[in-house]
T-cell receptor, first 114, second 110 residues
Framework: NAGVTQTPKFRILKIGQSMTLQCAQD?????MYWYRQDPGMGLKLIYY???????DKGEVPNGYNVSRSTTEDFPLRLELAAPSQTSVYFC?????????????FGSGTRLTVV | TQLLEQSPQFLSIQEGENLTVYCNSS?????LQWYRQEPGEGPVLLVTVVTGGEVKKLKRLTFQFGDARKDSSLHITAAQPGDTGLYLCAGANNFNKFYFGSGTKLNVKP
């Protein structure tokens, strides 16, 4: 019962470097999401996907890209890392919960850009 | 600008006390959820409410959705140290996307 798996758990990047945050779910959920959580703040939606091949921007998409080639995987790409992208990143997938959609979250990736 | 405002931001109480945290917005939501998050982990869903005025109970936790579906409250009776964590509300104005509040950090002292 893996649920939502995120890798890596921690990463330190230098300014201008690129990386991909991996997210995989084994629950056959159509909907997947990327959020970032800054200290003392709630979660901000970066990108989301309603199914393979379909992605859309959330509240804070600048500096990020996503792809969804399979139902299971939803990687998040940072092309030119900036200090403002230091944050904890959470991937989530959703299932139907009595007329709404409840999220299952991964355990997060803590990213520091120096 | 936060779509959802949570209050209080921080709450430190003794074991056995009762408490209420609030989630308010000027927007109407089709559904609202409450999550609990522990340090180093992702949020875990506690409840979803979808009907204005709806009340749901989960052991010592009582959740209420406002009549106008703009606000919600979470009441904990006889708090225990295991209730310590960050409580987040999240509202959806369509079924696929939720917006999160900034959270209430609860500390229950033994």
């Amino acid at each position: 019962n893996a649920g939502v798996t995120q890798t890596p758990k921690f990463r330190i990047l230098k300014i201008g470097q690129s990386m991909t945050l991996q997210c995989a779910q084994d629950m056959n959920h159509n909907y997947m999401y990327w959020y970032r959580q800054d200290p003392g703040m709630g979660l901000k939606l970066i990108y989301y996907s309603v199914g393979a091949g379909i992605t859309d921007k959330g509240e804070v998409p600048n500096g990020y890209n996503v792809s969804r080639s399979t139902t299971e995987d939803f990687p998040l790409r940072l092309e030119l890392a900036a200090p403002s992208q230091t944050s904890v990143y959470f991937c989530a997938s959703s299932f139907r919960v009595h007329g709404g959609y409840g999220y299952t979250f991964g355990s997060g990736t803590r990213l520091t850009v120096v | 600008t936060q779509l959802l405002e949570q209050s209080p931001q921080f709450l430190s109480i003794q074991e056995g006390e009762n408490l209420t945290v609030y989630c308010n917005s000027s927007s109407v939501f089709s559904s609202l959820q409450w999550y609990r998050q522990e340090p180093g982990e992702g949020p875990v869903l506690l409840v979803t409410v979808v009907t204005g005025g709806e009340v749901k109970k989960l052991k010592r936790l009582t959740f209420q959705f406002g009549d106008a579906r703009k606000d919600s409250s979470l009441h904990i009776t006889a708090a225990q140290p295991g209730d310590t964590g960050l409580y987040l509300c999240a509202g959806a104005n369509n079924f696929n996307k939720f917006y999160f509040g900034s959270g209430t950090k609860l500390n229950v002292k033994p």
